[in-house]
Nanobody, 115 residues
Framework: QVQLLESGGGLVQVGGSLRLSCAASGSILRINLMRWYRQAPGKQREFVALITSGGTTNYAGSVEGRFTISRDNAENTVYLQMNSLKPEDTAVYSC?????????WGPGTQVTVSS
């Protein structure tokens, strides 16, 4: 079992920045990769970014160049640095941990970008 808890969301103006954190606990050695997803009201959940256990990263085209995913293995935490935020970035952001057998989700954190 893996437990995930996101933090760092909030209200920010257009062009501002936020850093989200996802703290993992439990069977963290089994985690192959970590992903961030987001879901805006009335829309389907969409992929934002991922980082593998080896440090390889990948981003959705809509956030490429603005968002950066990173990890601190000592703190068992994955971060999502979000810069140049736009109103369309408003969503609940959730992290997802993938192991060889299961996927785990955190409860999410709300990000609201005001114009």
């Amino acid at each position: 079992q893996v437990q995930l808890l996101e933090s760092g969301g909030g209200l920010v103006q257009v062009g501002g920045s936020l850093r989200l954190s996802c703290a993992a606990s439990g069977s963290i050695l089994r985690i192959n990769l970590m992903r961030w997803y987001r879901q805006a009201p009335g829309k389907q959940r969409e992929f934002v970014a991922l980082i593998t256990s080896g440090g390889t990263t990948n981003y959705a085209g809509s956030v490429e160049g603005r968002f950066t995913i990173s990890r601190d293995n000592a703190e068992n935490t994955v971060y999502l640095q979000m810069n140049s935020l736009k109103p369309e970035d408003t969503a609940v952001y959730s992290c997802n941990a993938v192991t060889p057998r299961d996927g785990y989700w955190g409860p999410g954190t709300q990000v609201t970008v005001s114009s």
